[in-house]
């Protein structure tokens, strides 16, 4: 049985996407990839953050989400996730949308365009536990939507 993990999404079983890993034994992160290359301009007011593709899906336990955070180099590449963390829940894992494919949102807050290139670390996964609270009336909808589609049910 399938408790929490990562997965490649559809239509990049081919492009030698690496299922991410911890680089040491007491880290709480996954280390993710970009899925291809990939470049951020410099930000200007009013502009949307870049999407940085990851070519991943990830599965976790139904009182569980992913979150998605920067390294801590990032800021001093740079790089600004424009959500300052993300969240995927369980259920956006292999959704009709888009498969579950998540992706890292970045600005640019550098002097100069920034090149992402396939391989590089974008950010980093932490698995998650939620808490819910006394008498919760969490609506019955089912997502159908790949990416930011919450807000759209």
């Known amino acids: 049985m399938k408790t929490r993990g990562f997965e490649?999404?559809?239509?990049?079983?081919?492009?030698?996407i690496h299922i991410p890993i911890r680089k040491t034994k007491y880290a709480a992160g996954?280390?993710?990839?970009?899925?291809?290359?990939?470049t951020i301009p410099v930000y200007t007011p009013g502009m949307k953050p870049t999407l940085i593709p990851t070519g991943l899906k990830a599965y976790c336990e139904p009182d569980e989400f992913i979150m998605l955070v920067n390294r801590s180099s990032g800021p001093k590449k740079g790089f600004l996730m424009a959500n300052s963390i993300g969240i995927v829940d369980h259920d956006y894992y292999g959704n009709e949308g888009?498969?579950?494919?998540?992706?890292?949102?970045?600005?640019?807050c550098s002097d100069h365009e920034i090149i992402v290139h396939k391989g590089d670390i974008i950010g980093q996964v932490i698995f998650?536990?939620?808490?819910?609270i006394d008498n919760d009336v969490a609506l019955n909808n089912i997502r159908k939507?790949?990416?930011?589609?919450?807000?759209?049910q």
């Open 145 to 152: 939507g790949g990416f930011g589609s919450t807000d759209s």
């Open 30 to 38: 996954y280390d993710v990839e970009a899925a291809e290359d990939t």
């Open 8 to 16: 490649i999404v559809k239509g990049y079983e081919d492009k030698d």
């Open 98 to 108: 888009n498969d579950g494919h998540f992706y890292f949102q970045y600005f640019n």
């Open 128 to 132: 998650q536990k939620y808490l819910t």
